[in-house]
């Protein structure tokens, strides 16, 4: 049985940084992008970053850029997620996903895997 499971967030205040992490496991996920989502209270859920597993391509939502890193340990199911200059926008719960491609896409609905979502709450 394949299954994501996060680890990270909580609570920090505007300007603060917080470190995610996603562990993959049930399966080789070799020739998986690793996505990351987030979904505020009230909207729908978008893109924030994703990574992919052989390749390395890399893409990031526009409200994200320079702020946050996505990178992952190559030959191990994990992927990481760092956030840095946090805004009280950027508060909500986040997840990781698993979508068999090598490359990351912004849709949630290409993504086959999903963790079970973390809180992240940034104060201002």
């Known amino acids: 049985q394949v299954q994501l499971v996060e680890s990270g967030g909580g609570l920090v205040q505007a300007g603060g940084s917080l470190n995610f992490s996603c562990a993959a496991s049930g399966r080789t996920f070799s020739s998986y992008t690793m996505g990351w989502f987030r979904q505020a209270s009230g909207k729908e859920r978008e893109f924030v970053a994703g990574i992919g597993w052989n390749v390395g391509s890399i893409r990031y939502a526009d409200s994200v850029k320079g702020r946050f890193t996505v990178s992952r340990v190559y030959g191990k199911n994990v992927v990481y997620l760092r956030m840095n200059s946090l805004k009280p926008e950027d508060t909500a719960v986040y997840y990781c996903?698993?979508?068999?491609?090598?490359?990351?896409?912004?849709?949630?609905?290409?993504?086959?895997?999903w963790g079970q979502g973390t809180q992240v709450t940034v104060s201002s």
């Open positions: 996903a698993a979508r068999k491609s090598a490359i990351p896409s912004d849709d949630p609905g290409e993504y086959d895997y």
